[in-house]
Structures are given as C-alpha cells and as structure tokens.
C-alpha cells in the first residue's frame, strides 16, 4: 500500500500508510462512542484528580474522537522513535518510520543478530511508551479543568499506552514481546533456532487471537492483528531458514560467470544469448567491456514482436540498481535486494562492477544448500 512521507526527525523519513488514514475516521468513531467515553470517564477520574462529565463529553464526541485517535498515532510514532534512537546508539541506521493500521515500523537498514542489542532495541520502543503515558499523567495535574476535552484525551492516551505496552510485550513475534524473547533464547541457542521458536509461540498466540475474536468478543481488529501475527511470524521463520543455508557465503561466491551483452545488440539477438545463458537478467557492457547496467525480461516484455529487430538494448537497460560488495554477506545481500524491490544488483569488487546478481542467483544457491550439497 501507498505510503505519504509527513517529515523526518533525526533524518528518518516518517511516513503514514494510506490504510491509517482509511482507519483514522473509524478510530474517532468507536473513541467517541457513548460506552467508551462512560467507561474512560470513570477509569481517568480514579487515576487523577480531575472531574469530568460523561454527558458533556459525549456531546463532543467527534472531537474527542478525532483529537484521541490522532494522539494514539502520535504515540505509537514515539514509540517507533524509542526503537530508532537504540538502534542508531548501535550503529545501525533507521531508513524509515511508518504508521498504519496496526501500529507503526522501524524499518532498520540492517536486522541486529546479537542477541544483546535486539533486546535492547525491543525493549527500548515499549519502555518510551510507559515514559510517555506517565508523561501524560503528570499532565493531568496541570491541565485546567475547564479543558474536559483535553483533559480526557490526555488521560485516555496515558491508560492506552499502558495497555497497549502490557499487551505489545506479550511473547507473540513479531511484537516486541516476541523479539524479546527471541533475543533471551538467542543467548543460548543459534540465531535462526532462536527465531523458529519464537515464531512458533507467535503463530500459537495468532490463533489464540483469532478463537477469540471470533467466539469470545466478535473483534475485526483481533482477527486482523491474528492474520498480521502469524503470516509475520512465518516470514520471519521463512528468512531464519534462509540465513541459515546462506550462511558462511558472500554475494562474490554467488557471482556467476555471466558474459555481458553490447548495448548495441537489438532484442531478436538477445533471447538466444539469454537462453545459453539460462537467466533472465543480463549485464549490458559498453564498448570497452565496462557493465554500466543490466537489461531484464520485464523491460524486454514491453516491446512488441514485430519492434524486436530494430530495438537495441541500450534503450532497455536499467542503470540505477543497487550496487553490492562483492565481500558482502550473502543473506544481508538477499535483504537488502527485498527493500530495494528489485530484482538484480550490481556486484563491485575494487570499486569496480565486476558482475550481476539476481534473486535467481539466491534461489540456486538457497537450492544446493537445502539440498545438503556444496556450493
């Protein structure tokens, strides 16, 4: 889904998914319902010395609506800048921060396999959250009394933060919960066993959320939260496996000795060169043999049959791929080309692009290691 940058706070792009803006209106909605006011009404009154009126409120419930779900957004992006800022003390750089439906995303440019900083970078993101509900409840005790509106959303932001961290530190990976156990059982077991299990106890609590958003309390949001934990989790288990076959290679061992094609060629002489080659994906060499990019079969398949003869290469070719070290470790080089959203890099060795390597390369490499052979 399509996502809006709104700005950038320590040089990280933050951005809000089209399906939070979609969500936001239903937020304020379900907030500013009569029950839900009445009931935090009561909770917010027996945690701070304040006085307000449910009816009161009730009348102005779109606008505590609006005002409370855009205030839980504004934490949840707290809590995402709690994660950024740990993993940033570690090095590791954020590229960016999204908001959506169910909460938000660091995206950090490289995933931490020492068990000690993921903890810390999980631990950080819920620990921002309490800090900014008690923010929210020393608030209280300033906010004047003939502000309700603001008065109950401040309070209402300071309870929900606590029962979302409560609930966010439950052992269900891919929640924070679940990467701090991963982390624990990653001081004892190898990184991969560490994460199947942990995704194991993720898919056990999906499962548990959907039995109960279906037969317990009917809850859209439970149901979709289960769908979110358990294809996560599988995923996660997905790129454990991976990391395992992949592990020990570089993105140079992966490098096939592919000849590159002349920018010159017209596409009727290149299928056979692709078929000999046995790839779709080739590197397009300049006249002294330099690669300056790569030409692929989704270019090659926007051009007519009948154009294949007069079309040359060099108006197909893709020169802004990503570039990779040759020393490269192979599974963060997989990693890298999946946040890139592309399908082919280019390979550097010296400062010099010796080559082009595409998911294919990984999946046959993936290959002979699933199958027990060498590489």
Request: net charge negative; charged share 15%.
């Amino acid at each position: 889904m399509r996502s809006f940058t709104l700005g950038t706070v320590w040089g990280i792009p933050i951005r809000i998914n089209i399906s939070l803006v979609v969500f936001v209106p239903i937020l304020a909605w379900l907030i500013g319902s009569g029950d839900q006011i009445t009931f935090y009404t009561a909770l917010i009154e027996a945690i701070a010395p304040v006085t307000l009126d449910a009816a009161d409120l009730a009348g102005q419930r779109w606008t505590v609506g609006i005002l409370a779900a855009l205030g839980l957004f504004l934490s949840v992006g707290v809590h995402e800048l709690g994660h950024a800022y740990v993993a940033m003390r570690y090095g590791i750089g954020v590229e960016s921060i999204t908001l959506w439906i169910l909460g938000g995303l660091a995206r950090l440019s490289e995933f931490p396999k020492e068990w000690n900083r993921e903890f810390w970078i999980a631990v950080a993101g819920p620990a921002t959250s309490v800090l900014f509900a008690g923010v929210c409840l020393a608030a209280l005790s300033v906010i004047p009394s003939s502000a309700p509106v603001l008065v109950f959303v401040v309070g209402w932001l300071a309870i929900t933060n606590v029962v979302l961290t409560v609930f966010n530190m439950l052992p269900a990976f891919p929640m924070d919960g679940g990467r701090v156990l991963r982390a624990l059982l990653a001081r004892s077991r190898p990184y991969g066993t560490a994460t199947r299990l942990a995704a194991g106890v993720g898919k056990v609590f999906a499962v548990l959320f959907a039995i109960t958003g279906i037969f317990v309390v009917f809850s859209p949001i439970l149901l979709l939260l289960a769908f979110f934990i358990y294809g996560a989790a599988s995923s996660e288990s997905r790129m454990a496996v991976m990391g395992d076959l992949l592990e020990g290679l570089t993105v140079g061992d992966l490098l096939t000795d592919t000849q590159g094609v002349s920018a010159d060629t017209t596409v009727d002489h290149l299928f056979p060169r692709l078929l000999s080659a046995r790839r779709s994906d080739l590197p397009v060499v300049d006249r002294d043999g330099g690669i300056i990019g790569a030409v692929t079969a989704s270019a090659i398949r926007s051009v007519e049959t009948d154009d294949y003869p007069t079309t040359r290469v060099d108006s197909l070719v893709t020169t802004d791929l990503p570039r990779l070290s040759a020393s490269m470790d192979a599974f963060d080089a997989l990693m890298e080309l999946a946040q890139a959203e592309t399908d082919v890099a280019l390979v550097e060795r010296d400062r010099e692009t010796v080559g082009l390597i595409s998911q294919a390369d990984f999946g046959t490499a993936l290959g002979f290691r699933q199958g027990n052979e060498p590489f």
